[in-house]
């Protein structure tokens, strides 16, 4: 089997250096994992490798205007259209556009909640692009699934997290109020990217290459 190149979405630095030790070919690297990416040419300066971002009209088509001014702005970097992709009316007229346009990869879960259900409609979408571009799975990937992934869709990147959480290192604490919104972590709940769980799903990949020879 074909080397599958695996993305980690990370948090800051110590993400980053998990999931390195991991074995992670390539992070997404998030300010925040509920916000956007803003400043593109600050991003390209800063010599990242890509960027992912996603834009679409009411209608559910692909603001061609943004992503062009966008894919203006990468300039050599790589640009995943990220999982906008999964709110989409038409899931093969936007691919097309996004060829059009430039675009290297399309992150999504096959317009379901997670990949291991939209697998048929990745393995479709991964055949009508007949290498235009990368489709690449993100969305309930684990070691427990990867290889199975691969192998049904014919995909060769795989994009997932590896979270865990962890105690708080403060000691005085009040859990009675919330800083935050009741969908993300509160006040004592650290989440961090695991390198064990990410040299897992790598080795399921390595383990299905060799089984596959």
């Keep these: 089997m074909e080397t599958v190149r695996c993305e980690v979405c990370v948090e800051g630095i110590p993400g980053a250096l998990a999931a390195a030790e ?90 379901e909640r997670t990949v291991p259900e939209g697998t048929g409609l990745i393995k479709r979408l991964v055949s009508a692009a007949g290498g235009r571009i990368s489709i690449m799975p993100g969305g309930g990937i684990r070691k427990e699934n990867v290889a199975g992934i691969v192998r049904d869709t014919g995909v060769r990147e795989v994009h997932f997290t590896a979270f865990t959480r962890a105690e708080s290192l403060m000691i005085h604490q009040n859990s009675r109020p919330r800083m935050g919104a009741a969908e993300v972590p509160g006040e004592f709940d650290r989440i961090s990217t695991d390198p064990l769980e990410v040299r897992a799903v790598l080795q399921a990949l390595d383990s299905a290459s060799l089984d596959g020879r």
């Design 22 to 111: 991991g074995g992670a070919h390539r992070i997404e690297l998030c300010a925040g994992l509920v916000e956007g990416i803003r400043d593109v040419k600050t991003i390209r300066d800063a010599g990242a490798f890509g960027i992912a971002i996603g834009a679409l009209i009411r209608d559910g088509s692909v603001d061609e205007k943004a992503m062009a001014a966008v894919v203006e702005a990468a300039g050599r970097m790589s640009v995943t259209f990220h999982r906008a992709f999964d709110m989409t009316r038409d899931p093969w007229s936007t691919m097309d556009t996004l060829v059009e346009l430039g675009v290297d990869r399309i992150l999504t879960s096959g317009l």
